[in-house]
C-alpha cells in the first residue's frame, strides 16, 4: 500500500463517525504523530509504498479513533504552545483555550527575568513548561495530586529541554503556606467542570480523561479556587500575580472569591470563543 492509499483508507474509517473537516484533521494526526508522514510528505512521497508495520499500525489507530478513543491518547501526543507534548490517560489532553492563560502571562512579563513561578495542578506539565520555556531563566515549581501525572510532566520537560522546573507531588486543597512570600506568579487550571455538565459532554472526554482532574461537585464548584486564592494571598511577593482558567458558568462567583481572599486588581477575560474563560488578581501591594 502506497502512503496516498493509506490516507484514504484512514479517511474511509473515519468517516464513519466525522464530518468532512474533523475527518481531515484527524487523518492527519494519526500520519504525522503516528508515523512522522508531515502533510507534505504525503504530497511529495504520496506514491511511496509502506511497510505492513506501518499500514497495520495506522489502520488500527483510525478504528480506535472510530470507536471512541481520543487521538491524542492513540497516538500519544498532543500539540500545545508549538510543543509536543506526551499524554497518556492518567493526564488531560492540552487544550487551545489553555494555550491563551500562557499568553496572558507572557505578554504581561514580557521581557521579565529571573521570576518565580508556581503551576498548581500542573497535569501534563504543559503550562509549567511553557511559561518555563517563555519566561527567561524563570524557575517553576509545578505540583499535581496525581504521581502518574507528575511522571508524564516530568517526561515531557526532559524532552522538551526545559529547564529550572521542580515537579512535586501536592494536594491543591491542602497547600502549606510557605514562611514568607516566595512567587512572582502563581497559575492554575484546576478541575472546574460541574458534574451537572457531564450530560452535554463528548463521550471521548467523558470515558477517556480524568474524572478526577476534570470535575467539582454541584454544590461547591469553586471548590479549588478558595483554597488557591487563599495560598496565593500568602504566597505572592507584593504585586505578584495569580492566573486561573475557570468555568465560564461561574465567573461571577470566581471572580467574588478572588476578592474575598484578599487579592486586587481582579479581572476575568474572554477566551478567542468570547466565553469568561480567564481570571487574574494581583497580591497588595506593601
Known amino acids: 500500500m502506497t502512503l496516498s492509499e493509506l490516507q484514504r ?8 463517525v466525522f464530518d468532512c473537516a474533523e475527518t481531515e484533521a484527524t487523518v492527519r494526526i494519526l500520519l504525522e504523530d503516528g508515523a512522522g508522514y508531515t502533510p507534505l510528505d504525503v504530497a511529495l512521497h504520496a506514491d511511496r509504498p509502506l511497510e505492513d ?5 495506522l489502520s488500527e489507530m483510525a478504528r480506535r479513533v472510530a470507536d471512541g478513543s481520543p487521538v491524542q491518547y492513540v497516538t500519544g501526543h498532543a500539540r500545545f504552545y508549538g510543543m509536543d507534548m506526551r499524554v497518556t490517560p492518567d493526564v488531560l489532553i492540552p487544550r487551545p483555550e489553555t494555550e491563551g492563560l500562557v499568553d496572558i502571562i507572557a505578554a504581561d512579563y514580557r521581557g521579565c527575568a529571573d521570576l518565580r ?9 504543559c503550562i509549567a513548561i511553557a511559561l518555563a520555556r517563555t519566561l527567561p531563566f524563570a524557575r517553576v515549581d509545578a505540583l499535581d495530586i496525581s504521581a502518574e501525572a507528575l511522571a508524564v510532566a516530568r ?15 501536592d494536594d491543591a486543597l491542602n497547600l502549606a503556606l510557605p514562611g514568607a ?6 497559575v492554575s487550571n484546576p478541575p472546574y467542570v460541574a458534574d451537572s455538565e457531564r450530560e452535554a459532554m463528548d463521550d471521548r472526554v467523558l470515558m477517556h480523561e480524568p474524572h478526577g482532574a476534570l470535575f467539582v461537585p454541584d454544590a461547591d464548584p469553586l471548590r479549588f479556587y478558595r483554597p488557591v486564592a487563599s495560598y496565593a494571598v500568602r504566597a505572592l511577593r507584593p504585586g505578584g500575580r495569580l492566573y486561573l482558567e475557570i468555568n465560564p458558568l461561574f465567573a461571577a462567583p470566581t471572580e467574588q472569591c478572588l476578592r474575598d481572599a484578599g487579592l486586587t486588581d481582579v ?3 474572554r477566551d478567542f470563543y468570547g466565553r469568561m474563560r480567564y481570571a487574574a488578581a494581583k497580591a497588595p501591594e506593601e
Open 9 to 16: 483508507s484512514l479517511r474511509a474509517v473515519l468517516a464513519r
Open 53 to 57: 508495520f506501518t499500514v497495520r499500525r
Open 117 to 125: 513561578v508556581l503551576d498548581i495542578c500542573t497535569g501534563s506539565g
Open 155 to 169: 517526561d515531557n520537560a526532559r524532552r522538551l529541554k526545559a529547564a529550572g522546573i521542580d515537579f512535586r507531588r
Open 181 to 186: 512570600p516566595v512567587y512572582d506568579i502563581i
Open 267 to 269: 479581572s476575568v477575560m
